[in-house]
T-cell receptor, first 113, second 111 residues
Framework: AQSVAQPEDQVNVAEGNPLTVKCTYSVSGNPYLFWYVQYPNRGLQFLLK??????LVKGSYGFEAEFNKSQTSFHLKKPSALVSDSALYFCAVRDGGQGNLIFGKGTKLSVKP | NAGVTQTPKFRVLKTGQSMTLLCAQDMNHEYMYWYRQDPGMGLRLIHYSVGEGTTAKGEVPDGYNVSRLKKQNFLLGLESAAPSQTSVYFC??????????FGPGTRLTVL
């Protein structure tokens, strides 16, 4: 069965520092991987996805993610964190042909001034 | 273009009561989904639909029913609410090629 894991419940970063939010996956076949962000009291917003091609995927709001097949990871990164990046981040993998997503438990990112 | 909307935004029920949550999308998407979000558990798929008139079970379907009578609407019903169904419910929609677009959520409390 497909699954994703987000090993950190919370990540704390100082504004201006680089940030990484970790995600590992377990799939049969080629993975379709996604990152979503949820701001307080809001729905999820799509950030980026990996389907095939370049291992470094660029997305919205300056975020990028690196797909690493050997380590089965898809970590979310940003070179310089903003206080406004503080939110809940979800990694997801597509499950099956219907496009259903399996989500990780989420990582709370806190960026302090 | 409102995207995905959900009605109501908040609701409090007593155990045993019934209610229906409405999800509407104006993007002509074929696929629609209902998730529940609980602290520390991420989002879990309740039911989904791949087109008008079709529905299928997700990971946690027990206690819920759904209907997709019109392409733009996806209804989630609770026939006899239980405290374990206290959660935030999200609807999402997509085309066959797009990513999922999420609604703003419905916060349900069952007393």
């Amino acid at each position: 069965a497909q699954s994703v894991a987000q090993p950190e419940d919370q990540v704390n970063v100082a504004e201006g520092n680089p940030l990484t939010v970790k995600c590992t996956y377990s799939v049969s076949g080629n993975p379709y991987l996604f990152w979503y962000v949820q701001y307080p009291n809001r729905g999820l917003q799509f950030l980026l996805k990996y389907i095939t091609g370049d291992n470094l995927v660029k997305g919205s709001y300056g975020f990028e993610a690196e797909f690493n097949k050997s380590q089965t990871s898809f970590h979310l990164k940003k070179p310089s964190a903003l206080v406004s990046d503080s939110a809940l981040y979800f990694c997801a993998v597509r499950d099956g042909g219907q496009g259903n997503l399996i989500f990780g438990k989420g990582t709370k990112l806190s960026v302090k001034p | 273009n409102a995207g995905v909307t959900q009605t109501p935004k908040f609701r409090v029920l007593k155990t045993g009561q019934s209610m229906t949550l409405l999800c509407a999308q104006d993007m002509n998407h074929e696929y629609m989904y209902w998730y529940r979000q609980d602290p520390g558990m991420g989002l879990r798929l309740i039911h989904y639909s791949v087109g008008e008139g079709t529905t299928a079970k997700g990971e946690v379907p027990d206690g819920y029913n759904v209907s997709r009578l019109k392409k733009q609407n996806f209804l989630l019903g609770l026939e006899s609410a239980a405290p374990s169904q206290t959660s935030v419910y999200f609807c999402a929609s997509k085309t066959s090629a797009s990513t999922q677009y999420f609604g703003p959520g419905t916060r349900l409390t069952v007393l």
